[in-house]
Each structure stands twice: as C-alpha cells, then as structure tokens.
Nanobody
Framework: QVQLVESGGGSVQAGGSLRLSCVASGYTYSSYCKGWFRQAPGKEREEVARIETDGDTTYADSVKGRFIISLGNAKNTLYLQMNSLQPEDTAVYYC??????????????WGQGTQVTVSS
C-alpha cells in the first residue's frame, strides 16, 4: 500500500519561509511524477507544483519565483521550499504522486495534508 506522509507545515508571518517534506513508501510500481497541491477554506484544491523524475518542473503562476519543488537523493522524498509567503498561501498542502506512471496520468496517491498558515 502506498503511503505519503507530509511534514513541515506551521505558522509564519508574511515574507517568511517554510519547507515541506513528503516521504513516500510502499510503492508497488514506480512513480515518475510527484507534486504538491493545496486547498484553502472554501476553495477547490489546486496544483502548486509538480516534478518528474528527470527533474522537469511545473509551477502554478501564483507561486512561480517563490516556491521550489525538488526530490531527495533517494527519490522517495519530495520537498517544497516556500519563500516570500503571503496570507493567500494559507491552505492545507498535500503531497501527491502518480503511482505507476508519468505526469500525463492523474495523480492517484495522496498524503494526509499539512496546514500552512501565513499571517499578515
């Protein structure tokens, strides 16, 4: 059974930084695509960033230049470095993976989420 566990959320003032981590385990099949999503109260879940095993990255326009997604050396750890945080970044952040495929397939494995709160 695939398991994704996030950590690193918390509260920070506007302009601050946080780094989220996600450790993946239990893969039966390889995952060549991992990503971060977020959901703010009353809003739909949105994709923040994704990364493929070859290092190609994609970012939402709202976080470009502020957030950096990366993989750990063992490829089973995913990071999201969040800089210049703003109150509108407040949300529950979810780690996700495409188990058994690449980024042309839907994300099919999700973590439990970690809260990020940015105060003005």
């Amino acid at each position: 059974q695939v398991q994704l566990v996030e950590s690193g959320g918390g509260s920070v003032q506007a302009g601050g930084s946080l780094r989220l981590s996600c450790v993946a385990s239990g893969y039966t099949y390889s995952s060549y695509c991992k990503g971060w999503f977020r959901q703010a109260p009353g809003k739909e879940r949105e994709e923040v960033a994704r990364i493929e095993t070859d290092g190609d990255t994609t970012y939402a326009d709202s976080v470009k230049g502020r957030f950096i997604i990366s993989l750990g050396n063992a490829k089973n750890t995913l990071y999201l470095q969040m800089n210049s945080l703003q109150p509108e970044d407040t949300a529950v952040y979810y780690c996700a993976a495409v188990v058994g495929g690449y980024c042309d397939r839907p994300f099919n494995s999700w973590g439990q989420g970690t809260q990020v709160t940015v105060s003005s």
